[in-house]
């Protein structure tokens, strides 16, 4: 699990809500249903004019990764590479044949695959690049997602706001029904301005940071697939995965 997420969600509104308790305010007075439904309904309408259903739907899967940590360890990885090439070295490429089944990540499994069946090295890496390559853009069409949530929520805001003015002006004459107006005037660009930095656009840049990881983490694993390819040494192989490393990663 990412802690920094679940923090920094905590931190970001709990300030905001602390604020707004410490200057004396109430938390009825920014909880307000017509708000939450004019904004929140506006930008998941606005975002779905936007992107194809597919994109959507792969947003909202995709948007897990900033709370959960699903990939795999790269010093497992590259320790795994290792072994295999031991073998290869030792009993020759096709002695990896029962190895394949056995891989759980299904781009080292393919690659793997691609090895044993002595497909040459060149090709292997340019199969395997292709697949990470569109991978990585259609990850990235889907933290687009949440960059565009995060800019039409402050604008939906606005139309929030607008349209409590426009339910104050109707009842000027009325002055028990002024109040509720004004409140979603101003509690709808709260939580549109809010919702965007606090929330969709946080999001959208965690998600591509997590994307770049995976993608490093393919990289390595071409890498390692094409020096067990082409039969380097075990230990030459170990050295040049740990490149992919970070310099706390090669400490530990």
Do not use: C, W
């Not at 990885?77 to 056995?102: F, M, P």
């Not at 090709?123 to 949440?146: C, D, G, P, Q």
């Not at 656009?201 to 997590?210: N, R």
Request: charged share 20%; net charge neutral; no cysteine.
């Amino acid at each position: 699990m990412d802690i920094l997420t679940i923090l920094g969600l905590i931190f970001g509104f709990g300030a905001v809500i602390g604020g707004q308790v410490l200057e004396g305010g109430s938390l009825h007075s920014i909880t307000q249903f017509t708000a939450a439904i004019i904004v929140f309904g506006g930008t998941i309408g606005a975002v779905m004019v936007n992107y194809p259903l597919h994109t959507f739907v792969l947003a909202l899967k995709n948007a897990r990764l900033a709370i959960i940590n699903h990939s795999v360890d790269p010093r497992t990885i590259i320790k795994y590479i290792s072994e295999l090439a031991a073998i290869a070295r030792k009993d020759g490429l096709l002695a990896l044949e029962s190895k394949v089944k056995k891989t759980q990540d299904p781009f080292l499994k393919k690659g793997l695959q691609l090895v044993v069946d002595g497909t040459e090295p060149k090709l292997t890496r340019e199969i395997l690049e292709i697949e990470m390559a569109y991978s990585e853009e259609y990850n990235h069409a889907s933290s687009k997602v949440f960059e565009s949530a995060g800019g039409y929520a402050p604008t939906i805001g606005i139309l929030g706001a607008v349209l409590g003015l426009i339910h104050v002006m109707e009842n000027l004459a009325d002055p028990s029904k002024l109040g509720a107006g004004i409140a979603v005037a101003f509690v709808a660009t709260v939580y549109g301005v809010g919702s965007a930095n606090l929330l969709y656009l946080p999001l959208a840049g965690k998600l591509k940071l997590k994307m770049r990881e995976e993608a490093i983490m393919k990289e390595l694993i071409i890498e390692g697939l094409i020096s067990l390819s082409e039969g380097e040494n075990p230990r030459r192989v170990e050295e040049k995965l740990t490149g992919f490393l970070r310099d706390s990663q090669k400490k530990r």
